[in-house]
């Protein structure tokens, strides 16, 4: 996806990226121990 940012550059177009992924990721990974607490996951 970054050759979109390198064409828009070129034609002087605003750019802008959003990463909903990246929300969703952070979450899980803060909420880990308490899902290993809980027996939702297991620590392997």
Not at 20 to 33: D, K, R, Y
């Amino acid at each position: 996806m970054g050759f979109l940012f390198d064409v828009a550059e070129r034609l002087n177009l605003p750019r802008a990226a959003v990463s909903t992924a990246s929300t969703w990721t952070l979450a899980t990974l803060l909420n880990i121990p308490m899902l290993i607490e809980d027996g939702v996951i297991d620590e392997n």
